[in-house]
């Protein structure tokens, strides 16, 4: 594999250690600016808005560009982003500075992705992608936990400020490592939405909103389901959340050279996988060791998805797929606020933590029919003859 793609991995820890290490930091947070923990939430929810917002126009700037060359400027915004968290003033130039670095996140995974699979040879595409995104894995493995003890020790600045280094890490390897492949020919951004006229490329986009949103609807309230249903004690959730990561690391990796392989079947086999572990995991949920294996085997099948639904998104655009792949990384996130809400009306309803397992279990089961009926318009197109040319 190119040294180009830890470049990328490089970025790509950057990133997911600052979207995701907040969360940690937010009693701090609020302390110091004297605002509520759930005023100091919007932390977290401003970022989800920066990404969902910065996605198409940041990657719609690179058909005017080199694709190194934005990958270049995203990281520059990025570094900008965390550097004015780290010297924010008042809260409200904090969220300013969380949404500045949120508005490349969407561009540098799409983008990167693509750039990703482009280094490779066709075979091995998928594994390229995986090795991007382990970036994002080792950020929950090591980024998150290792931010937040710092930010507790020496302050949340710090932590900004170390994200903030990742980033210049990541541009300086960018710069480096990355080649600088002229624009795709005929690369215009009308053509870039024109494949959003297909089928296949919206099928791809519910497979994945559904099938990571299974994934993260139950993540989503682990905490409370590993203490108040598991009966775990609070202070057991930081290597619980490292053992979720290590999953995450592992099926990202296989999940990856499986799709290499075969890229429909390993999707249709992981949905399926995944939609059983989620079922089991709602009865599982009221022991511990039985909990804790299930958390494990979630994280390994849930980010197994990643690399078949990012390559089944270069595949069903591949005549504009940059776009096309950073509206799929927004996708991710769409998911993430979906089964949030989801999870918190059943919830509310009374039916316990562990009935959102059973949310994320229905969500990927209507993600495996997406996938098949999505592989089935890959076989109708496959037996259709080809056209008689004209005499």
């Not at 989800?48 to 058909?63: E, I």
């Not at 492949?181 to 919206?202: D, K, L, M, Q, S």
């Not at 990643?306 to 799929?328: C, D, F, I, Y």
């Amino acid at each position: 594999m190119p040294l180009a793609l830890l470049a990328l991995a490089i970025g790509a820890f950057g990133i997911g250690t600052t979207e995701f290490v907040i969360a940690g930091l937010l009693p701090e947070v609020a302390a110091d600016f004297g605002v509520s923990i759930p005023a100091a939430g919007w932390l977290i929810t401003g970022y989800a808005l920066g990404v969902a917002a910065g996605a198409l126009p940041m990657t719609a700037l690179g058909t005017r560009m080199r694709r190194k060359h934005l990958l270049t400027l995203l990281m520059a915004v990025f570094i900008a982003g965390n550097a004015l968290s780290a010297l924010a003033p008042a809260y409200g130039v904090l969220v300013v500075g969380r949404i500045v670095a949120a508005l490349t996140h969407g561009a540098f995974f799409g983008v990167g992705a693509v750039v990703a699979a482009d280094l490779v040879k066709p075979e091995k595409k998928a594994s390229a992608i995986a090795l991007m995104f382990t970036g994002l894995t080792l950020a929950n493995v090591l980024g998150v936990p290792m931010g937040t003890f710092l930010g507790q020790g020496l302050g949340w600045r710090a932590t900004f400020w170390v994200v903030a280094g990742l980033g210049v890490l990541g541009l300086i390897g960018v710069a480096a490592l990355v080649p600088d492949t002229p624009r795709p020919e005929g690369a215009r951004i009308t053509a870039e939405f024109a494949v959003f006229r297909h089928a296949r490329v919206w099928l791809a986009i519910g497979t994945t909103i559904l099938g990571f949103g299974g994934v993260l609807a139950s993540f989503t309230y682990i905490a409370p389901l590993m203490t108040d249903v598991a009966g775990l004690p609070a202070s057991a959730v930081s290597w619980l959340l490292v053992l979720f990561g290590v999953g995450l690391v592992l099926g990202n990796l296989l999940g990856g050279k499986f799709a290499d392989r075969a890229l429909m079947p390993t999707m249709y086999t992981v949905l399926v996988a995944l939609a059983v572990v989620l079922a089991v995991f709602a009865f599982t949920a009221h022991a511990a060791v039985p909990a804790i294996v299930t958390l494990f085997l979630l994280g390994g099948f849930g980010f197994a998805t990643v690399p078949p639904l990012q390559m089944r998104m270069l595949a069903s655009a591949e005549a504009a797929p940059t776009v096309a792949s950073a509206v799929n990384i927004g996708a991710f996130n769409l998911g993430n606020a979906l089964v949030a809400w989801l999870g918190g009306v059943v919830i509310a309803a009374g039916y316990g933590y562990a009935s959102t397992n059973w949310v994320g279990a229905a969500m990927t089961v209507a993600a495996l029919a997406l996938a098949v009926a999505s592989g089935t318009l890959d076989r109708r197109g496959a037996k259709r003859p080809a056209p008689v040319p004209a005499h």
